[in-house]
């Protein structure tokens, strides 16, 4: 947990600093154009793993038929899939009206061939839980990749400084996994070894598929209806959002599958795991996104410059989303971790159905910000959805998840309301307004956990075990003398 937190951090710092140059060097236009191809993207890239990575780590004991085999089938899933969207490229750049499209994806597409190559060796140093090697890669990988992206854009090459950042961010990784892993495939593909894993990863797939769709179904939305910079204000505010809704939640649950499917025969020990991730997970995340929707202007301004303060509404209304969204993967990654992908698959399809539904609806009613409005219902349903099937196949009960996260809910919403509240009777600038309503939040917050010192206060200080443990050693050392 140690090296994927650094990782994550890293990450989300570089992240951080790519964002504030690569804003005042690219324009809206540029994000725009990047976030109208993501859903193609991730589409296939869903294809190629079809969930046999989740199926191999959930499986106790692969053999080097199993992983050949899986390989063999990405590498041929990447070639149909490149083909295909090779030849639709031009269809899709005339959906969008922007001819420039068509080039940018056959482009962007190839790191689906970089994507196929090294998902198993992946896999298996997370099966390993060698986060060590994955999160050194990822960190060199990011900086190589903000260099050359950054000098790009500099340059003048707009978009294709995004594309080049996405491809090298893809080959690096795979070309050290490769060299690293002594893994090598074989020349066989078994259709017994192919149908085992079907079994577990086919519906892990269409549950990845459905996930990943109704997640961007509103950019494709908003790329067909407004113009590329509405998609770029967009992209802006989804991103910055996610960076903060998933930073703390992805570095737990990149960890938390390979542990659930090692206690996946003991329900109880699961259900304790998971009760404590969640309440953790909350603890931190929704005190951050909170703050986040109340300093919103002037953090954009800071980091973007006021050239995106269209991104600050959509992005203040992700942020409620985000609450729920912080809360997803540990749900999900359990029950797929017990072996019910089938029964995971259905729900799913109903989830996507209600809230793409209610996206769809929402923008047709309203616009873009009934848009956003079924944004948050999708993420707020689907999470009640998970809840109840933990509830049902774990024993961790719905009625007790609610009641666990119910003092951590209460705390910042009330935090939120008192900071909101003296920043409107101050009236003051933008950066004092936000510096107030950051330390009013931050002091009642924290005022609140250290009197109460509530279960998820406690579970938040196991996280950060050597701090502690160096105090008591110091302690100790004075008893004794």
Known sequence: MVWTAFQKYSHMVIQFISGIILARLLTPYDYGCIGMLSIFM??????????????????KQPTQVDYSTIFWWNI?????????????APLISRFYNIL?????????????????LNIIQRNQLRKKLNFKLLSIVSITTSIIALCITIFMAYKGFGVWALVVQNLIAAAIPSLVFWFYVKWRPIWVFSWKSFKELFGFGFYMFLGHLLNQFGQKIQGLLIGKIYNPATMGYYSKAEGTEKLASHSISSIMTSITYPLFAEVQDNKEELGNIIKRITMTLAYITFPLMFILLLCAKPIF??????????????????CIAGLAGCLQSVNLQSIAAIGKSKVLFWWTLFKRIVGIGAVVLGLALFGIKGLLAGVVFNYWFSWFVNIGLVSKHVGYKWNKQIADLLPITIASVLAALVSYGIGYLL???????????????????????????????????TIIPLKFKFWEKRKNQNNIQ
């Open 42 to 59: 991730v589409l296939a890239e869903a294809f190629i793993d079809g969930g046999f990575g989740s199926a191999l780590i959930q499986k």
């Open 76 to 88: 041929a899933m990447a070639v149909v899939l490149y083909a295909i969207l090779f030849l639709c």
């Open 100 to 116: 420039l499209l068509s080039d940018v994806l056959r482009v962007q597409a190839l790191v689906l061939f970089i994507y196929a």
């Open 301 to 318: 301004v800071l980091l973007y410059s006021d050239r995106w303060l269209q991104s600050v509404p959509y992005f203040q209304v992700l």
């Open 427 to 461: 009236h003051l600038d933008m950066y004092p307004d936000g510096i107030v309503k950051l330390l009013v939040y931050v002091i009642i917050y924290l005022g609140w956990s250290f009197v109460f010192k509530p279960e998820a206060y406690t579970y938040f200080l």
